[in-house]
């Protein structure tokens, strides 16, 4: 059994920064993507960032050249950087991962709410 935990989400103003974290632990065989989503009220759970095992990214446009995915490897974590943060970013982040043997996980979920 795995378990993915989101931390760092909470309350910023416009234009700040938040760092969340994304630790898996259990019996890890090996994690191949990791990826953020998102979902505010009312909208369909999208994704924000995802990064291969060997350090690929992709983002969605809304984010592009504010967040920074990154993942440590060796602590089977992966991060999200957010700045630059808007009102639009406020939502639950989840995490997600493409764990060998366990298939795709998902975390509880964080929540980062953008509001001056």
């Known amino acids: 059994q795995v378990q993915l935990v989101e931390s760092g989400g909470g309350l910023v103003q416009p234009g700040g920064s938040l760092r969340l974290s994304c630790a898996a632990s259990?019996?890890?065989?090996?994690?191949?993507?990791m990826g953020w989503y998102r979902q505010a009220p009312g909208k369909q759970r999208e994704l924000v960032a995802a990064?291969?095992?060997?350090?690929?990214?992709n983002y969605a446009d809304s984010v592009k050249g504010r967040f920074t995915i990154s993942r440590d490897n060796a602590k089977n974590t992966a991060y999200l950087q957010m700045n630059r943060l808007k009102p639009e970013d406020t939502a639950v982040y989840y995490c997600?991962?493409?764990?060998?043997?366990?298939?795709?996980?998902w975390g509880q979920g964080t929540q980062v709410t953008v509001s001056s």
């Open positions: 997600n991962a493409d764990m060998t043997l366990w298939g795709e996980c």
């Open positions: 259990g019996t890890i065989f090996s994690i191949n993507a």
């Open positions: 990064i291969s095992s060997g350090g690929t990214t």
